[in-house]
C-alpha cells in the first residue's frame, strides 16, 4: 500500500525535520529537495526513504547537520573538497559547482569529495555539470559502513554499489543523462522491496550460500547482491571501489583502516576546449535522434533514450504526486512526531 503525496508538501516535511534535527535552513532546503527530486524522477531507492536513515545517521553522530564543505587542496584543474561529515548532498553539490568552474576555465578539471556521507542520486551532480555545457562524469564507492556485492563468482561482499554517471550536454535539449548502480539493482531497491514486502527482483541476489533468491529479507541474512553485467560490470564495481575512494583520500574496503562514507570523483570536459562544440552538439542530436527512431525489438513498444525514463517520471510524478510506501510514509510521521513538526496537510 502505497500514501501519495505531492512533491511541494513532502519537500516541506523532509526540510522541517532535517531543520528540527540541528540543519541550517538552507541545507534543511537543499536535503529535502535533492531527496524529493529524485522520488520525482522516480528513483524512490534514493528519496525520501532515506529521511529516517539521514536522522538516525545524526543521531548516532554519523552525519553532522551543520557542516560546510571546504576545498582541502587545489592543483592545476583539480581539487578536493573535504565533507566533513556534513549531509553528502551538500558536498556533492559543492564539488560540481567547482568542478564546472574549473572546467570551464582549463578544458578539463576533477574534484573529489571525501569525508562525505551519502550523496544520494549522483546524475543531480554529473547532471549540474552538463547544464553548464560540459561533459560531467561521476563516479562513486557506495560501501558507506560496508560492502553489499560480490565480485563475479563470488559469494562475498566486498563492493558497495558503486554508481557511475554520464552526462552529455545537449542545447535546446535534455540531457542525455546515464546513471546507474554497477550492482544489479541499487541496494535501496531491494531495502525499498522489503519495506513493501514484495520479492526482489530476480537475477539481482544470492544467499549467504551462494544460491539465488528473490527475498529481500535476507539482506540482514548475509545475501550479497551481483554486480551488474557479470564479469564486466565487476570489473566496473572495483574500478568504482578503488578511483574516487583513493583520489578523495578515503581507504578502500580491503584496508584495515577503511572508512566510512560516499567517496567521490567529478569530471567535467569541455566540448569548446577541443574546438568542436557546435559539432558536438549537432551530432549528439543526430546521435540521440537515430537511436529513437530504431525499430523496436519484439516486446518492446519504442526504444528509449539514458534519462527518458526518469524524465517521464517526473513529469507524470510533478501532476499526480509521489507514491510513498506506507512504511515509509510512517516513517516520516513517526520523525514529525518525535521531532514536533508539523503534518502538512493534516
Ligand atoms: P537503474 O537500474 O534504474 O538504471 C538507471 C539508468 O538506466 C538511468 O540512466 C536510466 O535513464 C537508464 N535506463 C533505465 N531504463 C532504460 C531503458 N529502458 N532504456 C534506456 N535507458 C534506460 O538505476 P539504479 O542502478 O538502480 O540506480 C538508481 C539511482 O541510485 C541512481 O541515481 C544512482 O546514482 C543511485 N545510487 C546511488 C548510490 C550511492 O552510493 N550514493 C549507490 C547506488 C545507486
Given at each position: 500500500m502505497t500514501h501519495t503525496i505531492h512533491a511541494e508538501p513532502l519537500t516541506k516535511l523532509c526540510r522541517d525535520i532535517f531543520a528540527a534535527a540541528g540543519a541550517p535552513a538552507d541545507i534543511a532546503a537543499l536535503v529535502a529537495e535533492s531527496l524529493v527530486n529524485t522520488n520525482l524522477f522516480g528513483h524512490d531507492s534514493h528519496g525520501a526513504l532515506r529521511v529516517m536513515q539521514y536522522i538516525t545517521m545524526i543521531r548516532a553522530g554519523m552525519?553532522?547537520?551543520?557542516q560546510r564543505p571546504q576545498i582541502r587542496k587545489r592543483f592545476g584543474a583539480t581539487a578536493m573538497v573535504r565533507g566533513?561529515?556534513?549531509f553528502g548532498q551538500v558536498g556533492a553539490r559543492f564539488a560540481a559547482g567547482l568542478v564546472r568552474r574549473l572546467g570551464a576555465d582549463y578544458g578539463i578539471a576533477a574534484v573529489s569529495l571525501g569525508q562525505t556521507t551519502h550523496i544520494g542520486r549522483l546524475g543531480e551532480y554529473t547532471a549540474h555539470i552538463a547544464a553548464a555545457g560540459l561533459v560531467g562524469i561521476g563516479f562513486t564507492s557506495g560501501s558507506m559502513y560496508s560492502g553489499w556485492v560480490t565480485p563475479y563468482g563470488g559469494r562475498e561482499?566486498?563492493?558497495?554499489?558503486n554508481p557511475m554517471s554520464f552526462a552529455v550536454p545537449c542545447p535546446g535539449d535534455e540531457t542525455l543523462l546515464l546513471d546507474f548502480a554497477?550492482?544489479?539493482?541499487?541496494?535501496g531497491k531491494i531495502v525499498l522491496a522489503r519495506a513493501k514486502g514484495i520479492p526482489a527482483p530476480s537475477g539481482m541476489m544470492l544467499d549467504k550460500h551462494g544460491k539465488p533468491t528473490t527475498d529481500a529479507q535476507l539482506l540482514d541474512e548475509g545475501a550479497v547482491l551481483l554486480p551488474m553485467g557479470l564479469h564486466k560490470g565487476s570489473g566496473l564495481a572495483m574500478m568504482m571501489e578503488l578511483i574516487p575512494t583513493l583520489l578523495a583520500g578515503h581507504r578502500p574496503i580491503?584496508?584495515?583502516?577503511?572508512s566510512f562514507g560516499n567517496p567521490t570523483l567529478l569530471l567535467a570536459i569541455s566540448p569548446a576546449a577541443f574546438d568542436n562544440d557546435r559539432d558536438f552538439a549537432e551530432q549528439v542530436a543526430a546521435l540521440k535522434a537515430r537511436v529513437k527512431a530504431a525499430q523496436p525489438a519484439a516486446g518492446f513498444d519504442e526504444v528509449l533514450l539514458p534519462g527518458e525514463p526518469e524524465a517521464r517520471a517526473y513529469a507524470k510524478r510533478s501532476q499526480t504526486g509521489i507514491p510513498l510506501p506506507d512504511a515509509v510514509w510512517a516513517d516520516l510521521r513517526e520523525l514529525a512526531a518525535e521531532l514536533g513538526v508539523a503534518i502538512p496537510g493534516l
Open positions: 552525519i553532522q547537520p551543520e566533513g561529515n556534513g561482499r566486498l563492493f558497495g554499489t554497477t550492482a544489479g539493482v541499487a541496494h580491503s584496508a584495515p583502516d577503511f
